[in-house]
C-alpha cells in the first residue's frame, strides 16, 4: 500500500502533473503524458524508461 501523504507530493516527473494511483496494477499514472510508473516492493520507480504506456481505453477509466 502506498502512503497516501507520499501519494499527495508524487507529480509526473515529466510534465509535474498529478498521479492516479491504480491499486490493481499497482502503478501511479499520468493521464497527460498516458505513463503508468510502477511501484516496485512499495517504492514508486518514477523513471520514464520503466514507465509504460497507457492505452486509450485505460485512460478513459481514470
Known sequence: ?????????????????????DKTKDELV???DALAFPIRDGVPVMLTNE?????????EKL
Open 51 to 59: 514507465a509504460r504506456e497507457i492505452t486509450l481505453d485505460e485512460r
Open 1 to 21: 500500500m502506498l502512503d497516501k501523504k507520499l501519494l499527495s507530493i508524487l507529480v509526473c516527473p515529466l510534465c509535474k502533473g498529478e498521479l492516479n494511483f
Open 30 to 32: 499520468c493521464k497527460g
